[in-house]
């Protein structure tokens, strides 16, 4: 088919990225107006075009030498004509030729060309058969592995037998870069081009393998992970079923995750409830072990890790919502106060560790409450009355069944934030026995230096409770072991004097009161006088629980009244008092007393505040016997030998019958008999009250007193004078004789009853006989009969501190 042509001038197509091989029929799409005028100028000739690939297919106008020099000659068979100027030809490669030189004609290139002759090379001709063979066998491998070349192809490429065109079909099948085609057009030896072709085919295989293998690897991949997305899919949809994960198709322990990162615990928290989820999800979800261990997670995540209030810090805001709330109780107020002043200074985020004491119902409790309110905190209250077990404060190791926190965090979850005001009321009242003394778990929570890790037994991690604001609240201070009692400030609130009661009775009780019953103020009226009234003979207390009980007794019968139709509002006067709160409990105590022998008031300090005690001695012919009565403790008992001693060593002077204690017996009584009373603090009452039924000298019913007694006749100091004073000023009782070493203890007693008070300081029991008995001796007179003095409360007690 070669033609032998040489030199000869044909119109010629740079070919952008792809060439023409002879003996190939292909169809192309020319733009370019320059190409279009030299398929014109071909088509107005023979119809044979030169066909030259451009180095570059990113050069629009290429010049001459842009061109590669060798080319194909081919035949046009086609022109088609498409829109957008576009023509599309379908030629065919006729002949190799190599360009000599390219002509700018009008419009177009014109390419002087030779023709190269088909050259068999110098292959022995079964050496080129068997390379034919090997290209045709390895061009079959190309085909099937590229799948990219039609099969058809392939067919007609093995009919062939004549190698020229058998190299020249496949290169152009060949799926490589233009560049690697022009460079096996250029070969023209055919053996030569057969061998470059094989080492492509070689090349080209190996690459297609490799492919090959790496899309399989690849899809075996992905195959992998889609059946796992799908498994996984099927798991979830089961779950969804079966109820084991929500709505949102989050399974439990996803859930749990998700919880953990908005809980935002510190590491160590964070840490152990990770490992605690992770065990979760190892276990069958309904073990009785799964179900211990959700329980622990749920109790990490729903605690106050670092949920905090933010405190009101306006003093003037604070102050006036704490009085809102409570009349008196300055030195809580201020401490209060204070504590809210540093708190905007130093930004110091620690709570104060407060210990309210004093006698019930001085609003210990309702103080620590409205606390809260006036610093804008969560409030809680956790009573220890009667908690003896540590693990009540502490919690139980988780190994037991049903364990779960103590207390403490048990609050820390319900009030939802980590710095709440905490009152921790009765702790005076903690028991301890074999089960462990919970005082001691207490220590680290109430010790500011240690309760920012405070562990319990249940978490096992440290939780930070020295924000908190805890307030604990007893009746007395000595039974709160000394430890804990030293890590807290003590603020004692020792009972209110008449006037204070009346204030609180009418700015606070009151009010409250008409609200609790539904009265609007028109509807109910009572006086000043009748106040005072309920205070002086319908209590006699040290705080004011009975007198808001009085109060309201009164609005409900009103309200009764009121009801019914009886009258339309109310005027509670002295003289209708009775009326409503039945016939007075109380005679006011100074009325009828009168200076009697053998029978001496002394001044007690109980858990429900000051006390005032009535101590009677008889004295009867016997044989020297001595007998206590009215429940009394073991030092109490002490302390009236020690009184009898002494009397007995000053018999002389007091003109007593030195033998009395083999000729008199002697009865020694303390009222309410039922009640026990302990303590020393009686010492002087007594031995008053036995020289008094010794000599017939009767004694001052004015007078009352205080102090411990020593045989030698000291006086020595005792505990509560604040409330012991408080309690002979409520009895009218003003002459008081204090043993001189708690002088001190006056400065304590509010000034307004301390001018009414006449307070002698004594140290020796001498001072006190001359005192408290009249100089003069009666006639003996049959044993008093006395009513009791001292109110109905239980477990009166004397206390006796050497402390105060
Ligand atoms: N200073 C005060 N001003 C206004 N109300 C008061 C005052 N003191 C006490 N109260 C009221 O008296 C009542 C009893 O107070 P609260 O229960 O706080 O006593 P408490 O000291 O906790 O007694 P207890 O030791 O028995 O627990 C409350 O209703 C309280 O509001
Ligand atoms: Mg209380």
């Known amino acids: 088919m070669a033609e032998k042509v040489s030199s000869q001038m044909f119109p010629l197509l740079p070919l952008r990225g792809t060439l023409v091989f002879p003996y190939m029929v292909t169809p192309l799409e020319v733009g370019r107006p320059r190409s279009i ?42 022109i088609l004509k498409v829109p957008e100027g576009q023509v599309r030809i379908l030629v065919e490669g006729l002949s190799r030729v190599t360009l000599e030189h390219i002509d700018d004609a009008n419009g177009y290139y014109e390419a002087f060309v030779t023709v190269v002759p088909e050259i068999d090379g110098e292959m022995h001709s079964l050496e080129l058969e068997a390379l034919v063979r090997s290209v045709q066998e390895e061009f079959g491998k190309y085909v099937r592995l590229g799948k ?40 023209f030896p055919v053996d030569k081009r057969l061998e470059a072709i094989l080492g492509l085919l070689f090349r080209e295989g190996e690459i297609l393998g490799l492919e090959k293998s790496i899309q399989q690897r690849v899809r075996k991949q992905m195959e992998k992970a889609q059946r796992e997305y799908y498994l996984r899919e099927q798991i979830k949809a089961i779950q969804v079923e079966l109820g084991e994960r929500d709505e949102k198709g989050k399974t439990e322990i996803e859930e749990l995750k998700d919880r953990l990162q908005e809980a935002r615990l510190p590491k160590e928290a964070k840490a152990k409830v990770l490992h605690e989820i992770h065990r979760l999800e190892r276990m069958p979800p309904m073990s009785a072990e799964a179900t211990v261990v959700r329980n622990y997670i749920d109790w990490m995540l729903s605690l106050p890790w670092s949920k905090r209030t933010r405190d009101r810090l306006d003093l003037n805001v604070a102050e006036e919502m704490l009085n809102e709330d ?84 048990q609050t820390m979850r319900t009030v939802g934030s980590r710095n709440p005001v905490i009152v921790l009321d009765e702790i005076d009242k903690l028991a301890s026995d074999f089960r462990g003394d919970p005082a001691s ?153 009168e200076d009697k022998v053998g029978v001496a008031t002394g001044l007690a300090y109980t858990q429900v505040g000051g006390e005032i005690l009535t101590i009677e001695v008889t004295v009867v012919e016997g044989k020297g016997k001595l007998t206590l009565t009215g429940k009394l403790g073991d030092v109490m008992r002490e302390s009236a ?113 301390l001018s009414k008070m006449r307070i002698t300081l004594v ?37 006796g501190e050497h402390e105060a």
């Open 763 to 799: 140290d020796h029991m001498d001072q006190v006989l001359a005192h408290a008995l009249h100089l003069e001796a009666v006639a003996p007179e049959t044993p008093a009969f006395m009513l009791p003095e001292t109110p109905p409360v239980g477990s009166e007690q004397w206390m």
């Open 326 to 409: 409570h009349c008196g109780l300055d030195q809580v107020k201020e401490r209060i106060l204070e504590f809210l002043a540093v708190r905007q200074l130093t930004k110091n985020s620690k709570g104060p560790i407060l210990c309210l004491v004093g006698p019930p119902g001085v609003g210990k409790t309702s103080l620590a409450q409205s606390v809260g309110r006036a610093l804008n905190r969560n409030f809680a209250r956790l009573s220890l009355g009667g908690v003896r077990d540590e693990a009540e404060i502490r919690g139980h190791r988780r190994t037991y069944i049903g364990s779960m926190p103590g207390r403490i965090i």
């Open 441 to 593: 778990a207490l220590l680290e929570v109430l010790d500011p230096e240690q309760n920012s890790s405070f562990v319990d037994h249940y978490l096992e991690v440290p939780f930070d409770l020295s924000e908190v604001f805890f307030i604990t609240t007893a009746n007395v201070l000595h039974t709160i072991p000394p430890p804990l009692r030293d890590r807290m400030e003590v603020i004692s609130i020792p009972g209110y004097t008449e006037y204070e009661k009346f204030e609180i009775a009418k700015r606070h009780l009151w009010p409250k009161q008409l609200e609790a019953n539904g009265l609007k103020p028109e509807q109910i009226q009572i006086s000043d006088n009748t106040i005072y009234k309920v205070i002086n003979e319908y209590t006699k207390e040290a705080g004011v629980r009975t007198l808001e009980r009085r109060l309201g007794t009164i609005c409900r019968k009103v309200a009764t009244e009121i009801v019914k139709g009886q009258t339309t509002s109310a005027r509670i006067t002295v003289s209708n008092l009775h009326k409503y709160l039945g016939v007075r409990r109380y005679i006011p105590t100074a009325a009828d007393r």
């Open 148 to 187: 990219k070349i039609p099969a058809e192809v392939l067919m007609s490429v093995t009919s062939i037998e004549d190698p020229h065109r058998l190299a020249d079909t496949i290169a152009s099948q060949l799926l490589i870069s233009f560049q690697e085609k022009q460079k096996l057009l250029e070969i």
């Open 641 to 753: 030998q020690a009184a009898l001693s002494y009397v007995r060593s000053r018999a002389a002077e007091l003109g007593i019958d030195p033998k009395f204690h083999e000729t008199k017996d002697i009865h020694m009584h303390i009222p309410e008999g039922a009640v026990p009373k302990d303590g020393p603090s009686a010492g002087i009452t007594i031995a008053t009250a036995l020289a008094s039924a010794l000599t017939n000298r009767p004694v001052r019913h004015d007078v009352s007193m205080t102090g411990e007694i020593t045989l030698r006749g000291r006086v020595l100091p005792v505990g509560g004078i604040k409330e012991k004073l408080l309690a002979a000023h409520r009895a009218g009782i003003a002459r008081v004789l204090l043993p001189a070493e708690n002088e001190k203890d006056l400065e304590e007693v509010p000034a307004n009853i």
């Open 37 to 78: 005028e030299a398929i014109e100028q071909a088509v107005v000739g023979d119809g044979r075009i030169v066909l030259a690939a451009q180095h570059h297919v990113q050069t629009e106008e290429p010049q001459p030498e842009d061109i590669y020099t060798v080319g194909t000659l081919c035949e046009i068979k086609q």
